[in-house]
């Protein structure tokens, strides 16, 4: 009995040693709660009446009063509701914990024997019900959700199925288009920048053979240094041919 109990302490130290460690080990724990509405794909309600948008992700819109839903939004919403409805979770937060309209910005994992443990913001990303969209006050866990994404694309998972969420070759972006976009194509050189100062921006780079233009924010700086002619997929909000990056690993190369 002694001699099983040793070897169990062993295997059991063993497993401890050599399990990789979470990015979640190294956010703030937060609040706990049941989960009581899931607005759609990417935000939900605790019971305590918190809201929470998740982090680190960015589910199509469903329809709203004034505009159209996007393709799988409704898809992406029943997912997380099948996830995490009626489910106690636990909140942990990466760098700042409200926006402006005091919603929680957490990473989300289930906290009960009710179903399978999930860390919710990656099983979102890795079952492809969202894209990955990053801010530098809450990126904890970005790479993580970067390589869970680029096999949800490989694999053509949910919302990668279709058409809409195909990565836009840089030329085909009209004047009028806007939102968050996964765009492809090759550096250029530098672009003016806009006509208004922007201080957040750092640099602005042009597209090769397209009008497109993106501002690199000073948190996105290693983005800047990127050889002229490297072929690119990048993530950011575009408006008015001017595509915002943000974070240095909404910049992929594909070289």
């Known amino acids: 009995m002694l001699r099983r109990k040793i070897l169990a302490a ?3 130290f063993v497993v401890c040693a050599c399990s990789p460690s979470s990015p979640l080990d190294s956010m703030q724990p937060g609040e706990r709660g049941r989960v009581v509405r899931v607005i759609d794909g990417d935000a939900l309600v605790l019971d305590t009446g918190q809201s929470v948008r998740l982090v680190g992700i960015e589910a199509p819109v469903r329809e709203g009063r004034d505009r159209p839903g996007e393709p799988f939004a409704e898809e992406a919403a029943r997912e997380l509701e099948d996830l995490v409805m009626g489910r106690d979770v636990r909140l942990y937060y990466p760098g700042l914990t409200r926006d402006r309209y005091d919603r929680a910005l957490a990473h989300v994992v289930t906290a009960d024997s009710k179903g399978p443990d999930y860390w919710v913001n990656l099983e979102l990303v890795r ?11 809450t990126d904890g866990g970005g790479e993580t959700l970067m390589e869970a994404e ?3 694309r490989e694999e053509a998972r949910g919302l990668w199925r279709l058409i809409a969420y195909d990565a836009i070759n840089a030329s085909d972006i009209a004047p009028d288009r806007r939102g968050f976009l996964i765009v492809e194509g090759v550096l250029g050189d530098e ?3 806009p006509k208004e100062e922007v201080r957040t921006i750092l640099c602005t780079r042009r597209m090769r053979g397209a009008d497109l233009v993106i501002d690199m924010a000073f948190s996105a700086r ?6 002229e002619g490297t072929a690119v997929r990048i ?6 041919q001017r595509l915002e ?11």
Do not use: F, I, N, Q
Request: proline share 12%; aromatic share 4%.
């Open 191 to 193: 672009a003016p920048r």
């Open 222 to 227: 290693p983005a800047c240094s990127a050889p």
């Open 150 to 152: 680029k096999a949800a």
């Open 235 to 240: 993530r950011g909000w575009t408006s008015g």
């Open 127 to 137: 079952r492809g019900d969202v894209r990955v969209r990053l801010y530098p006050d």
């Open 245 to 255: 990056l943000v974070h240095p690993l909404h910049l992929e190369s594909l070289d």
């Open 10 to 12: 062993v295997a059991l």
